[in-house]
């Protein structure tokens, strides 16, 4: 069965924090593809990054790193010097190879306090 | 990015009637759009699978004759919800592919969502 457990529920941090946002996903899958998404209050989903199962390359865009261990099936998300702006839902979320659906986790309520 | 609009972003409708949500890709085409459904502090789940030309693929549990989709074009999906009812009141998210190659293939772009309420 294919899931993504994001175990943390809400997340506070004053700002110029550093903060990790958790994501396990489980699968048999050999190919597949992990998701992370932005979600303000506006509503609108913001997508972040897309890494297939054979990248484990960490990324690094800005104040936003992403950390892929398949070791232990994770996919971590680290926003560094964390703004206001940055207060959002954030959601991971799995694909399988040669389907379109998109299995997201529960996702990570994050506040960031001036 | 490419941008997928969402129409009416937000809907307050009677028991029993019917509403309409339309979702666009504004600068892509998109053979293929997705309808989710997202309660409050919840995570979205996939209701449909909407294919340009042809009948929508509806993941189990959901109602297709409820939950009405039509793909007339390369860049507009409906959804209808037929005969409303208090249970359907959520927020209702569509994406959409960009397979331009612009991007990789399977990366969804979002609507910005349509808040139903049912009275």
């Known amino acids: 069965a294919q899931k993504v457990t994001q175990a943390q529920t809400e997340i506070s941090v004053v700002e110029k924090e550093d903060v990790t946002l958790d994501c396990v996903y489980e699968?048999?899958?050999?190919?597949?593809?992990l998701f992370w998404y932005k979600q303000p209050p506006s509503g609108e989903l913001v997508f972040l990054i897309r890494?297939?199962?054979?990248?484990?390359q960490n990324e690094i865009s800005g104040r936003y790193s992403w950390n892929f261990q398949k070791s232990t099936s994770s996919f971590n998300f680290t926003i560094t010097a964390s703004q206001v702006v940055d207060s959002a839902v954030y959601f991971c979320?799995?694909?399988?190879?040669?389907?379109?659906?998109?299995?997201f986790g529960t996702g990570t309520r994050l506040q960031v306090f001036p | 990015g490419a941008v997928v609009s969402q129409h009416p972003s937000w809907v307050i409708c009677k028991s029993g009637t019917s509403v309409k949500i339309e979702c666009r890709s504004l600068?892509?085409?998109?053979?293929?759009m997705f309808w989710y459904r997202q309660f409050p502090k919840q995570s979205l789940m996939l209701m449909a699978t909407?294919?340009?030309?042809?009948?929508?693929?509806?993941e189990q549990g959901v109602e297709k004759d409820k939950f009405l989709i039509n793909h007339a074009s390369l860049t507009l999906s409906t959804l209808t919800v037929t005969s409303a009812h208090p249970e359907d009141s959520s927020f209702y998210i569509c994406?959409?592919?960009?397979?331009?190659?612009?991007?990789?293939?399977?990366?969804?772009?979002f609507g910005p969502g349509t808040r139903l309420t049912v009275l």
């Open positions: 994406s959409a592919r960009d397979t331009s190659g612009r991007v990789p293939p399977d990366t969804q772009y």
């Open positions: 699968t048999r899958d050999t190919t597949y593809y």
């Open positions: 890494r297939n199962s054979f990248d484990e």
């Open positions: 979320a799995l694909m399988r190879d040669n389907t379109d659906k998109l299995i």
């Open positions: 600068d892509f085409q998109a053979t293929t």
């Open positions: 909407s294919n340009e030309g042809s009948k929508a693929t509806y």
